[in-house]
T-cell receptor, first 111, second 115 residues
Framework: TQLLEQSPQFLSIQEGENLTVYCNSS?????LQWYRQEPGEGPVLLVT?????EVKKLKRLTFQFGDARKDSSLHITAAQPGDTGLYLC???????????FGTGTRLQVTL | DADVTQTPRNRITKTGKRIMLECSQT?????MYWYRQDPGLGLRLIYY???????NKGEISDGYSVSRQAQAKFSLSLESAIPNQTALYFC??????????????FGPGTRLTVL
């Protein structure tokens, strides 16, 4: 059973456009992480959000944790080709140190 | 040098063969994980280990086994490989910490094809 659903699954946009990726669950998580994975490499952590309603910004990327801690979003402003990659959300419960990963959103940004 | 290394990077094998994938880390982390990645399914946890004497099943452990030979080494075995085990396999590590959301550091992956 996949607990974290991401949408859209694929996204192809032009440089300069804005986009939002969603990560949804029916379960509550104590925290939510976002990773980015580039071809031939493992995922790399972008951000961790831990409080319901929390918003974090990382340059042109804005991450939000839902008030009920069941969902999260990633918004990219003025996308650049360097943003191309697979974006994965991952939820943690308590202190178990196990992550449940989302289904992934593959983003392609073209010139 | 990479902090988390995986060998081999690519492997093609035949149905029924025994395969071992190896992971080594120099980060000094206690916790290590094995995941498989399939298109549209994200990463799914196979096994994890919180120290040398600790082995735990993840959500898709059937058909796999692991060995934690030392703090720095965690190997994944497929006793009798089958075609639906064709996937990208990742090893990851994390620090102990007091929260469950410690950052996980991933190796570069092993692409396994079972014919």
């Amino acid at each position: 059973t996949q607990l974290l659903e991401q949408s859209p699954q694929f996204l192809s946009i032009q440089e300069g456009e804005n986009l939002t990726v969603y990560c949804n669950s029916s379960s509550v998580f104590s925290s939510l992480q976002w990773y980015r994975q580039e071809p031939g490499e493992g995922p790399v952590l972008l951000v961790t959000v831990v409080t319901g309603g929390e918003v974090k910004k990382l340059k042109r990327l804005t991450f939000q944790f839902g008030d009920a801690r069941k969902d999260s979003s990633l918004h990219i402003t003025a996308a650049q080709p360097g943003d191309t990659g697979l974006y994965l959300c991952a939820g943690a419960r308590g202190t178990a140190s196990k992550l449940t990963f989302g289904t992934g959103t593959r983003l392609q940004v073209t010139l | 040098d990479a902090d988390v290394t995986q060998t081999p990077r690519n492997r093609i094998t035949k149905t029924g063969k025994r395969i071992m994938l190896e992971c080594s880390q120099t980060k000094g982390h206690d916790r290590m994980y094995w995941y498989r990645q399939d298109p549209g399914l994200g990463l799914r946890l196979i096994y994890y280990s919180f120290d040398v004497k600790d082995i735990n099943k993840g959500e898709i452990s059937d058909g796999y086994s692991v060995s934690r030979q030392a703090q720095a080494k965690f190997s994944l075995s497929l006793e009798s490989a089958i075609p639906n085990q064709t996937a990208l396999y990742f090893c990851a590590t994390s620090d102990r910490g007091t929260r469950g959301d410690n950052e996980q550091f991933f190796g570069p992956g092993t692409r396994l094809t079972v014919l």
